[in-house]
């Protein structure tokens, strides 16, 4: 089978494949989205911000300033860098707390509101509601673009975008994989439980199926085996086409572990599943030249 090289994957998802609209959230307040209510308490994480520069930041872009979260040591400059990508519940108090966590161990975590022209899915209880009314409606090229901006926004102020890595959860483990295909500055992608395949629109031309041939940087797969809502075998596929095209990309599949086994604050979360996959993931991080 011939392997696609030198492909542009911009060519793939056109920086202008959309309209720019105007920014329809503009802050991120507080507290956990309405529709993961209620919050597992015995289980949620939370992480302070004691010796942190912890809070909302304005990134600039071609149409308004973008609401993202920030977290970084409190003294120092030339953090490596994080992107934090979110579920389809945006910018709540777990994605924050997954900053804090990485800016705890000397990184500069940065999480978009990348629904923000689209609205605010924080403040929605239904599930469906949230898909169909805002995440249906988010363009690929939006989001990538988003994601350039924010890694420009970082190198000028105290982020180091020499080493530049993403992380992403569900709706964000889809985009962790897309924009390893789209950025050659960046090192290292993990992608939690992110989809692989889909109907291809003018929303989401391309899935990651598509684009082993294509990543840039290498990708760490954390996937669960109990998981509902992605078959097993596309990511046993998706294994066989990052071993065919023979780049470093990797998948980890934890067998008995369901969607979201890492989001603390739900009932899916599990534990030994969630901590080992964080562990790989710093690892990954420090392997491919991402670490403090």
Known sequence: MPV????????????????????MVTTLGAGFALAVQPVIAQTAISTDRAGLRAGEVRIKTPDGEMVAYRAQPAAGSGFPIVLVVSEIFGVHEHIADLCRRLAKLGYQAIAPELFARQGDPRKIANVQEIITSIVAKVPDAQVLDDLDACVTWAGAHDGDAGRLAVTGFCWGGRIAWLYAARNPQLKAAVAWYGRLVGQASEITPRHPAELAALLKAPVLGLYGGADSGIPLDTVWAMQEKLKAVGGKSIIHIYDDAPHAFHADYRPSFRKEAAEDGWKRMLEWFKRHGVAP
């Open 4 to 23: 696609r090289t030198d492909a542009d994957f911009d060519s793939l998802i056109p920086a202008a494949a959309f309209d720019r609209r105007g920014f």
